[in-house]
């Protein structure tokens, strides 16, 4: 099976700033790794995936997240962050194979919160 | 991207009753169907997994009986929580994979048993 970890649970920061949120994953096959952002009694909207290739993805509202195989993180960065970002975020993991294929496992979740 | 219609997005009823949530994919089929559930600063926990035509398959510690899945078609899965109790409270999200196994979440149902 596969497991995710969000080491963050809460990221305080001011408008402007830069922002990294964390998440390592565990696995024994292969993955897709994805970031959702859900804002308050939302369901999840897709931010930016991981399917191959670049290890350096960008995503939607100027979000973008690094593969890093080694270290199997998948952190997401953002170079200013605006109030409107202020919402929870979540990292999940797909296995390419096995008898999970297709099944999202998530993270717990970071709630960032821009301050202005 | 794909769209996941969930409804109704809240809905506050009477403990012992039962209620309906629908999940409709808008513009694409889905095969396969999931119901999460979301307890206040949590991350989502699956509960089951809808297959057209088939049972829904449910993970360990959820009720099948209290919490019923029907998949009667491709753009349709339905969750009906029976006989609510407070407890049953939370926000219950569904999920739709296409057909390349992408993932399309509807807006989630926030359920109040009073």
């Known amino acids: 099976a596969q497991s995710v970890t969000q080491l963050d649970s809460q990221v305080p920061v001011f408008e402007e700033a830069p922002v990294e949120l964390r998440c390592n994953y565990s696995s024994s096959v292969s993955v897709y790794l994805f970031w959702y952002v859900q804002y308050p009694n939302q369901g999840l909207q897709l931010l930016l995936k991981?399917?191959?290739?670049?290890?350096l993805v960008k995503g939607i509202n100027g979000f973008e997240a690094e593969f890093n195989k080694s270290q199997t993180s998948f952190h997401l960065r953002k170079p200013s962050v605006h109030i409107s970002d202020t919402a929870e975020y979540f990292c999940a993991v797909r296995a390419l194979r096995g008898s999970t294929l297709g099944r999202l496992y998530f993270g717990r979740g970071t709630q960032l919160t821009v301050w202005p | 991207g794909a769209v996941v219609s969930q409804h109704p997005s809240r809905v506050i009823c009477k403990s012992g009753t039962s209620v309906k949530i629908e999940c409709r994919s808008l513009?694409?089929?889905?095969?396969?169907m999931f119901w999460y559930r979301q307890f206040p600063k949590q991350s989502l926990m699956l509960m089951a997994t809808s297959n057209e035509g088939s049972k829904a398959t449910y993970e360990q510690g959820v009720e099948k009986d209290k919490f019923l899945i029907n998949h009667a078609s491709l753009t349709l899965s339905t969750l009906t929580v029976t006989s609510a109790h407070p407890e049953d409270s939370s926000f219950y999200i569904c999920?739709?994979?296409?057909?390349?196994?992408?993932?399309?979440f509807g807006q989630g149902t926030r359920l109040t048993v009073v």
């Open positions: 513009d694409f089929q889905a095969t396969t």
């Open positions: 999920s739709a994979r296409d057909r390349v196994l992408e993932a399309f």
């Open positions: 991981y399917l191959s290739g670049s290890t």
